[in-house]
């Protein structure tokens, strides 16, 4: 069966990577059917009653897309076509007799000139004819055509619930300081390290804890570093208001308190060398120690997803780690993130 998520614009590549992380954390049976802009479809093998459990589970964690449909059709972007691939298509898997429907049509960037509200009519018309009444206000069922690369219908399955990640922005929670990832990014990364509930989750530079609420809150038990003890007083705060439980140590990066192998996964943001405080003898030190602790520390097969200012993957690369994936990320003119996904073999 087609499953399409609806990708967020935040970023060209790091939403798409976000769902196949989070399918292969679930376990769940697929391959890549197409990938549009904002849009990647995938069919996903199994029961719909399991499938969709996996659908519901990985739209809780996710935090860069907007909806995850049941794909019903896809043609190109032409509104005859599109009509017309709605009135031939099978939906009752999507909604059943006596409940209401609403179409809505989103279309990305200018991949078409389409007028939505107007095609939103003449499909909602098209499932009418099929014996079902609309509801504009509050329908049962809400059917979505997302006008990408290509037109992408379907019924929404499961919604991401992106207020949530605002609720918990930095300003808004107890102890605030500069220079932190927003939740929905700190979440995104938190996916790419391919954490699961139950396993201990480390941030050797947790500083206000961002990262470290986010991987918390998906089941994980957390453990924080950090060398600044009124920075670890202020991640307490946080923890405190999100998390019913958590680990945080007032101490060094570079010599970690923690046995061999004993984390399974380890997102963390270190000290740029510009903002944020460096307690170490040169940023050179700090990368290259605690690089190497990072790799002691994680547990064979796992990954660690580090955040800089600078090109470090030679560091990471001296430490043991194989380089998986380099993501960029544009903050400003000045700032450009770069992600580097690591597994330790
Ligand atoms: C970019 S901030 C991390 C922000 C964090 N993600 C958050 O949510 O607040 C980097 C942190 O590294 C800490 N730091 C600097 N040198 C360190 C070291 N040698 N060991 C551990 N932490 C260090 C700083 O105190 C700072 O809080």
Redesign the pocket.
């Known amino acids: 069966m087609l499953y399409a998520f609806e990708l967020s614009g935040e970023h060209e590549t790091l939403p798409r990577a976000e769902v196949i992380a989070c399918l292969d954390i679930v376990g769940a049976v697929y391959s890549e059917h197409a990938f549009f802009d904002q849009c990647l479809v995938v069919d996903i093998a199994g029961s719909d009653e399991i499938v969709e459990k996996e659908i519901n589970w990985i739209s809780k964690r996710l935090s860069m897309s907007h909806y995850i449909l049941k794909v019903a059709g896809i043609c190109d972007n032409d509104v005859d076509t599109i009509i017309e691939m709605s009135g031939n298509s099978d939906i009752s898997s999507h909604i059943i007799a006596g409940e209401t429907y609403v179409v809505r049509a989103k279309r990305i960037k200018h991949h078409t000139d389409i007028h939505g509200a107007n095609l939103e009519g003449r499909v909602g018309g098209s499932i009418y004819r099929k014996g079902y009444s609309a509801n504009m206000k509050n329908p049962d069922v809400e059917f979505r055509l997302i006008l990408t690369g290509r037109c992408v219908f379907g019924s929404i399955v499961a919604p991401v619930d992106r207020s949530a990640y605002e609720a918990r922005s930095?300003q808004k929670k107890p102890f605030f300081?500069p220079?932190?990832?927003m939740p929905r990014m700190?979440r995104a990364l938190v996916n790419l390290s391919k954490t699961r509930d139950g396993d201990v989750f480390f941030?050797?530079?947790?500083?206000?804890?961002?990262?470290?609420v986010e991987a918390g809150l998906i089941g994980t038990g957390v453990i924080g570093?950090?060398?600044?003890a009124k920075?670890i007083g202020g991640?307490q705060m946080n923890l405190e208001a999100f998390l019913p439980g958590y680990s945080l140590f007032v101490?060094?990066?570079?010599r970690v308190p923690l046995v061999d192998g004993c984390v399974d996964a380890i997102v963390?943001?270190?000290?740029?060398g510009r903002?944020?405080?460096?307690?170490?003898e040169s940023l050179h030190y700090?990368y290259a120690h605690?690089f190497a602790e990072m790799y002691r520390v994680l547990k064979s097969g796992r990954m660690a997803v580090v955040?800089s200012e600078q090109r470090v993957d030679g560091f990471a690369r001296d430490a043991g780690f194989i380089v998986v994936e380099t993501y960029l990320q544009k903050v400003h003119k000045s700032l450009t993130r770069i992600i580097l996904v690591l597994r330790k073999e």
């Not at 101490?251 to 570079?254: P, Q, R």
């Open positions: 930095p300081y220079g932190v990832l700190a941030d050797p530079f947790c500083g206000t804890a961002g990262i470290l570093v950090d060398v600044q920075i991640a101490g060094d990066a570079c963390t943001d270190p000290p740029y903002s944020a405080a460096i307690k170490a700090l605690s955040v």
